[in-house]
């Protein structure tokens, strides 16, 4: 009974209109109900409006939609998150260091929590919006990233129970 890691980095396809497989693993997390091609458009539609964007703003210069994309994500990503640690009979709060893969797992988490949790639009507009915010270095999925970096912050004091 292994426990490690799937092959779902090896089986995992990049997308088919950039090729690129951190926007392909973005739409499978995107995808609700199994309907990836839906969630292709959204994301699709939202990168297009990125585009247009910089079509109109002559100051990003060759500035792509995919580019604001990794930009964006790599913005979002956690350096130290809090995590629950029982030492005798309390609970604290231990600030600990993030590995890559769930960097970006909550780099995407948080974008498309803030997406969904804005109620009005469609949702590539959202979307468009919140990643041209983490470009930005704003937004609502940047100001949980700099709460969670606040909160370990704040407990650096029990860094000595991270074992």
């Known amino acids: 009974m292994g426990r490690g890691f799937t092959k779902s980095e090896e089986q995992l396809k990049p997308d088919p209109k950039f090729g690129d497989k951190v926007l392909?693993?973005?739409?499978?997390?995107?995808?609700?109900?199994?309907?990836?091609?839906r969630a292709q458009r959204v994301v699709y539609d939202a990168l297009q409006e990125i585009d247009d964007k910089l079509a109109r703003d002559k100051e990003h210069g060759e500035l792509t939609a995919i580019e604001v994309f990794r930009k964006a994500i790599e913005n979002v990503k956690p350096n130290v998150e809090v995590r629950s640690r029982r030492v005798g009979g309390t609970n604290y709060q231990v600030p600990m260091q993030v590995s890559?893969?769930?960097?970006?797992?909550?780099a995407f988490r948080w974008i498309i929590n803030a997406c969904?949790?804005?109620?009005?639009?469609?949702?590539?507009?959202?979307?468009s919006r919140?990643?041209?915010?983490?470009?930005?270095?704003?937004?609502?999925?940047?100001?949980t990233r700099d709460q969670t970096h606040r909160m370990a912050d704040a407990n650096k004091a029990f860094?000595?129970?991270?074992w």
Request: glycine share 8%; charged share 35%.
């Open 130 to 143: 919140e990643l041209w915010d983490a470009y930005n270095k704003e937004g609502r999925a940047m100001n």
């Open 24 to 37: 392909s693993r973005f739409v499978n997390c995107i995808m609700l109900d199994g309907k990836k091609t």
């Open 116 to 127: 969904r949790g804005e109620k009005g639009r469609p949702m590539h507009i959202k979307l």
């Open 159 to 162: 860094a000595h129970f991270a």
């Open 100 to 106: 890559r893969k769930r960097q970006q797992s909550l």
